[in-house]
């Protein structure tokens, strides 16, 4: 069963709905990638955030989000529009898509147990979390996401050698055009499921360990508060990020049943709570919560000191 919108099912909703979908995707996901390149260009504006760990591996994060939701963005938009794309273009999209959505849950796991540290030690949290090491655990991410790549093209390369197959160019553009041999979807689920068990292990046993030391009397309660807090939202990011690895399973079977006349609107809002929410929340947990971020970012989204003046006039 194909994941594109026929022409029955387009037929079957009005204009007006159509662009109501069109704007809520197209919308929310240029806002938030707005909001995720303004707070980049604040965490380079001073020398602080681009020397703390923490806020290293904020930008990370907010780098490869950021092109994750381009490259779904194009994959969309292309797919909306039905426009016909050459195989090697939309391989390029397709692979920069899953290449940067591996990228997230690494840094994560790193920033949890960055918290965990800054709680349980803070003595030694500098001596621990050093700019050199971050640096390489940032490395060791993009390392990991490029080998799985790698895989994925050789084996890639190996069926495209094995069967002679042509993808014709009037198919539109999706994952499961690139990816078409079942050992892809075997691969995805190994890969996907080792990856989210240790870093689901790796956020949790740092919530554990914080959420004990929390109960210590010598403990700064409302630094562990505020840690608890933050490792919980990656918690939650991290698995809006296992399901959006599901996003075809899941359009696939609400299809099955509320019937193929509602495609549209199924791909339509799992695209923006699956592939735009989780992507939005590093700027969401860290803007808006980061009392040294949060008043440079207001400014900066707020064109420089007129809606900033609001914001403190109202808080």
Avoid at 192 to 207: D, E, K, M, P, W
Avoid at 273 to 291: E, F, H, M, T
Wanted: charged share 10%.
């Amino acid at each position: 069963m194909s994941l594109q919108p026929d022409a029955n099912s387009t037929r079957a909703l009005a204009p007006q709905e159509i662009m109501l979908f069109g704007l809520l995707s197209v919308g929310s996901s240029c806002s938030f990638l707005y909001i995720n390149c303004v707070l980049l260009i604040t965490l380079r504006s001073k020398q602080e955030f681009y020397e703390t760990p923490r806020y290293i591996l904020l930008s990370n994060l907010l780098f490869s989000d950021s092109a994750h939701m381009v490259s779904n963005l194009l994959l969309y938009l292309l797919s909306s529009l039905r426009v016909q794309t050459a195989y090697y273009t939309c391989g390029t999209l397709v692979l920069l898509s899953v290449f940067t959505a591996t990228i997230s849950p690494f840094t994560l796991a790193v920033m949890s147990v960055e918290r965990f540290v800054a709680v349980s030690y803070p003595l030694r949290h500098a001596t621990i979390f050093t700019r050199r090491r971050t640096s390489m655990a940032i490395t060791l991410s993009w390392v990991v996401s490029f080998i799985h790549i790698l895989i994925r093209v050789f084996i890639l390369l190996y069926f495209l050698t094995k069967i002679s197959m042509n993808v014709p160019l009037n198919v539109l553009c999706f994952k499961e055009v690139i990816f078409f041999a079942p050992l892809f979807h075997d691969f995805e689920e190994a890969y996907a499921g080792t990856l989210f068990v240790v870093v689901g292990v790796a956020i949790v046993t740092s919530y554990v360990g914080v959420a004990l030391i929390t109960r210590s009397v010598s403990t700064n309660r409302t630094s562990a508060r505020k840690a608890l807090q933050t490792l919980l939202l990656h918690l939650i990011q991290l698995s809006l990020i296992l399901i959006s690895t599901m996003f075809s399973t899941i359009i696939l079977v609400i299809i099955r049943t509320a019937g193929r006349s509602a495609i549209l609107r199924v791909y339509n809002i799992c695209f923006v709570c699956l592939n735009v929410l989780p992507r939005c929340l590093s700027a969401l947990i860290y803007g808006l919560r980061d009392q040294a971020i949060r008043p440079l970012l207001l400014q900066n989204l707020c064109c420089w000191n007129r809606c900033s003046l609001f914001f403190t006039r109202s808080l």
